[in-house]
């Protein structure tokens, strides 16, 4: 039983699909942080919202990556399904806005976390929340 459960764990089409969704996910959470240095140092803008404006255009990106890769089996396809996934992962993704924005704030205010690190820990934090909705919801 448990050998059964592992090897599901490790070659299930779920197990597939969360492996692709972890590659898309560390991939884009670079982009973020690329973006998230930019807004900040580069363009002097508050962490926190230097933040959400990364968060957004990285999760359009991560819609398309997602949807052509992660989630191929069952892919939004036609016009009007498509743009309903990107507003679905939207809403999904952007109610972990606020789990990604707490922990960036506790960690930088409460424990003097550099906000570069502070927002990699945010984005591991709210990442198994997104995949379960995004899953679900999104593509399911």
Known sequence: MLRTLLRDLLDSPVATQMRRFVVVGA?????????????VDTGGLNYLVGAVIAIEITIVLTYVLNNAWTFKAIQ???????????????????TAIPIQLA???VLVEW???PYLGSN??????????RFVLDARWTWG
Do not use: D, P
């Open 27 to 39: 991939f884009t959470a670079g982009v973020q942080m690329v973006l998230l240095w930019l807004f």
């Open 120 to 129: 990699a820990v945010a984005i591991v934090v709210s990442g198994l929340y």
């Open 111 to 113: 424990q003097s976390v």
């Open 103 to 105: 922990v960036l704030f």
């Open 76 to 94: 939004n396809t036609g016009r009007a399904e498509y743009w309903t996934g990107l507003l679905k992962t939207n809403v999904v993704r952007g």
